[in-house]
């Protein structure tokens, strides 16, 4: 089976610093992968660089067959692709509603009332939400409406950076309960990337450990959870 | 008592600004020119200041509410009443000609000139946040397009209206390549540095736009091939309705192409509001990053946003030419790209109520501040006064400025600041100007 997306040997660089040393990851149609790591290790410019900005120096980025590395960002978005980008970004003096349509806009026209509902029977706090401002939202709240807003664009594959960064406990079991559903329901494809790395590894079907740039270990979220130089790193020390 | 010294602090800046100011007047005596001292009129001033700071300060301390509150309170307010303040100006703006007075009529075209200026740079500043200090760039492209057109090919006010706001566009559109990647302070001075390219080829290609003597004896506009010239002929305005050819009526008319041309550009920037393309501008100013992720082409949508807006621009700037009937490079100075950029932001960014109501108060208002000074001047016959009274209409500038000043500092986000969603499942609501961020494009 080809996979959905793979990247072999990608190195970015952020002027002369390299950010990335040759990566090389799969992910599948229908799984959960996470990218778990410490503060600065890459996860976020691997997520980025997959969008294209920065754009990858060396390697290839193949999605769907066809290598994807040269493409400009937008159009990367509109090959099935959404990104709930870190931060949340969502647009704060815009409204729920005008935030969700924004995620619509590579979607075309059709279809956006069910897009909507689809949205919001996830997450019906969005509903309650629906016409007031983005930015007087929640933390918890405005990561729902990232997500909802890259659902808008029926993505086949969902880029997540940090969907818990900043959450309580109790909203984050919410927000990664939401994507286990979303992933069984409907098979929607995820590249998660977590300082989480408990709940992110046992939410995954597979895990890759970043450190400096480079991959270091990968396999099974099981797997990944029960090697003990990953509890000594990862999960001991306040983050289970 | 921190009143007391703040308003002693607050004259004595009084003090060493009018001093020189108010206070020293060069009169040309006997023995040449000779330095005359006016200790009491300058008194006055820096009185008037000394209790107007102690008033400003011991009322401030006194009525200290939470601002929130009251701003959000005003918000609602004026939404209701700004639902009957758009139709009223309309109403007024369509009766003005009724009038009958010469000077309403040509002060109405200039305002309008202004709205209409204001509303095609709300979509570049207000809507899609680009900062554009060169927009008068676009003005002058089109009132030349227009002259160098009709001049030169013989064409009408009605051909060349379109070309000029296109080739206007196709220039906003070029302007708006080298800058796709500029933000902020980096954009303003890029687009003013275009601005003033623009003034300065005009002035030197001699050859083609004559420099510096401008063009002349450009075409009056027609309604519907019929032109307002004063011989009464069978093909003339006149002629065909069999009235007395008079200078009013094309004064009437100009007014009404203006307002026909404010009021095309406020419609398709509130159509454009509710169009993906209008929503992805708002959101290109709240996010680029996001706007990207989300799959838009931020290169379009910018180079849209800039198209559009000078379009406008070109379409007044035709205008301006057919009205004016002479035009040169003196006409499209920076101070005309940062009375817009002063109407687009003192009317609230994004505000179409706004914009109208700024550009009323900035081009009426310091139109009505000469007037009111000079009557003012005429009836000060105080020897106090002697020098002051006749110079008072001078003062006007100084007077705007400040009221600009005590504007912006009374509500920073303009007179209309609220955001009307682009769309709304119920009845719109608007959101208020506490939460829209202050300062920012």
Not at chain 2, 191 to 202: D, K, M, P
């Amino acid at each position: 089976m080809t996979p959905l997306l793979s990247l072999s040997g990608v190195t970015a660089f952020y002027g002369a610093i390299q950010a990335l040393r040759g990566i090389d990851l799969t992910v599948n149609a229908g799984e959960i992968v996470t990218l778990i790591g410490a503060n600065g290790a890459g996860k976020s410019t691997l997520m980025m660089t997959i969008c294209g900005t920065p754009r990858a120096r060396s390697g290839s980025i193949v999605h769907n067959g066809q290598d994807i590395i040269q493409w400009p960002t937008h159009a990367i978005m509109r090959r099935g692709i959404a990104q709930a980008p870190e931060g949340r970004r969502i647009f704060s003096r815009m409204t729920v509603h005008e935030n969700l349509l924004m995620g619509a806009e590579v979607a075309g026209r059709g279809g956006i009332p069910d897009l909507l509902d689809q949205v919001f029977a996830l997450f019906p706090r969005l509903k309650e939400r629906i016409s007031q401002r983005g930015g007087t939202l929640s933390g918890g709240e405005q990561q729902m409406l990232a997500i909802g807003r890259a659902l808008m664009s029926r993505p086949e594959l969902l880029l997540l950076d940090e969907p818990s960064l900043g959450l309580a406990p109790l909203v984050v079991r919410q927000i990664f309960g939401a994507i286990r559903d979303l992933n069984r329901s409907s098979g929607l494809t995820v590249l998660l990337v977590e300082q989480n790395a408990y709940q992110a590894l046992r939410l995954a079907h597979r895990g890759y450990v970043l450190v400096n740039g480079s991959i270091t270990m990968t396999g099974t979220g099981a797997d990944l959870l029960a090697r003990p130089e990953i509890r000594a790193a990862y999960l001991e020390g306040g983050h289970g | 008592m921190t009143a007391l010294r703040d308003a002693f602090v607050s004259a004595l800046v009084a003090l060493g600004l009018f001093g020189p100011l108010v206070g020293l007047v060069a009169a040309s005596g006997e023995h040449g020119l000779s330095l005359h001292v006016r200790p009491v009129a300058t008194a006055v001033v820096v009185g008037l200041v000394f209790l107007g700071r102690l008033l400003i300060v011991s009322w401030r301390g006194r009525n200290r509410r939470p601002i929130a509150k009251t701003n959000r309170a005003r918000t609602e307010r004026l939404s209701r009443t700004g639902q009957y303040i758009a139709p009223v100006l309309l109403i007024a703006a369509v009766a003005l000609p009724f009038t009958g007075s010469r000077y309403y009529i040509d002060l109405g075209t200039l305002v309008l000139t202004y709205i209409m200026l204001g509303w095609g740079l709300n979509i570049v500043v207000g809507l899609a946040g680009l900062l554009d200090l060169g927009y008068v760039a676009f003005y002058a492209v089109g009132a030349y397009s227009y002259a160098l057109l009709a001049t030169t090919f013989g064409l009408g006010f009605w051909t060349c209206l379109p070309l000029a706001g296109i080739l206007a566009a196709l220039w906003g559109v070029m302007l708006g390549f080298p800058v796709l990647r500029l933000r902020g302070d980096y954009l303003a001075i890029v687009t003013l540095a275009f601005g003033e390219i623009i003034r300065i080829v005009l002035i030197n290609w001699v050859s083609l736009t004559n420099g510096p003597n401008g063009i002349g004896g450009i075409p009056r506009p027609t309604l519907f091939g019929l032109a307002f010239s004063m011989d009464g002929g069978p093909g003339t305005f006149g002629g065909f309705f069999h009235i007395e050819p008079a200078v009013i009526q094309r004064i009437d008319f100009l007014y009404y192409v203006i307002l026909g041309l404010a009021l095309l550009t406020n419609w398709v920037s509130l159509r454009l509001r509710r169009l993906p393309l209008g929503r992805a501008w708002e959101a290109l100013r709240e996010d680029e990053v996001a706007c990207r992720s989300l799959g838009i082409n931020v290169r379009n949508t910018k180079l849209t946003a800039f198209g559009i807006g000078a379009l406008f621009g070109g379409f007044a700037g035709a205008f301006f030419a057919t009205r004016q009937a002479f035009i040169s490079p003196e006409s499209f100075t920076f101070i005309e790209s940062a009375t817009v950029l002063a109407i687009v932001v003192l009317g609230g960014l994004g505000s179409q109520l706004g914009v109208a109501l700024a550009a009323i108060v900035m081009v009426g208002g310091l139109e009505a501040l000469r007037d009111g000074l000079s009557f003012l001047g005429d009836q000060m016959n105080s020897p106090i006064f002697a020098g002051i009274a006749s110079e008072l209409p001078l003062y006007r500038m100084l007077i705007f400025g400040l009221a600009l000043v005590v504007m912006m500092v009374l509500r920073p986000r303009g007179l209309v600041s609220g955001r009307t969603p682009g769309v709304a499942l119920t009845k719109p609501k608007a959101i208020g100007p506490d939460l829209v961020a202050e300062g920012r494009g």
